[in-house]
């Protein structure tokens, strides 16, 4: 299981502070909800595929000593399952529903399988902001002014990782999972 937590904006920052500062403790397990410690278990690594750029980044793993199950803790600016950073992930679906071209071949390859994604987990989205935001909200019919408007809507909450954060929070999972 994943837990999303917000630490610093970018990578590298994140990486210096993983390794200098004090590990965020788990106060309950999210599978058992037990209040013992849950303990400090390993640490594995992950790519993030920040714009240009590809980091290799610590994830601090946590172990229950009762339910014996695991919770990784993420930085919020990962999209679990997901190796694109999530702003990058949503400039590149901003670019593709508003037909913006790129000239990055990464960008490129990544755009049609995002976009996909996307469309299928809408329906969710808009559930999201009904039940967080407005009840009455309206949303275009069409598919593609549809993921535009609920663009805007993820851009208007403030900064993307709060966003992804209070829906995963939400949902208990992320706005792109399956
Ligand atoms: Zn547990």
Not at 19 to 39: A, F, G, L, W
Request: net charge positive; proline share 6%; glycine share 2%.
């Amino acid at each position: 299981m994943v837990y999303l937590e917000h630490f610093c904006e970018h990578p590298l920052d994140y990486i210096t502070a993983f390794y200098t500062s004090e590990k965020v403790r788990i106060d309950s397990c999210p599978h058992c909800h037990s209040c013992r410690r849950v303990h400090l278990h390993g640490v594995y690594h992950r790519h993030v595929i920040w714009y240009e750029e590809i980091f290799f980044i610590p994830i601090q793993r946590h172990h229950c000593i009762h339910c014996g199950k695991t919770v990784s803790i993420l930085p919020s600016f990962c999209h679990p399952g997901f190796q694109l950073a999530l702003p990058f992930l949503l400039e590149l679906l901003w670019a593709f529903f508003n037909r913006i071209p790129s000239a990055c071949a990464l960008a490129h390859q990544h755009r049609l399988f995002i976009s996909r994604r996307f469309l299928l987990c809408m329906n969710r989205l808009i559930e999201y902001f009904r039940i967080c935001e407005d009840p009455l909200i309206v949303f275009p019919d069409f598919w593609h002014k549809k993921a535009i408007k609920l663009l805007e809507m993820v851009f208007s909450v403030g900064k993307p990782h709060i966003f992804a954060k209070r829906y995963y929070d939400h949902f208990k999972k992320g706005f792109m999972a399956h």
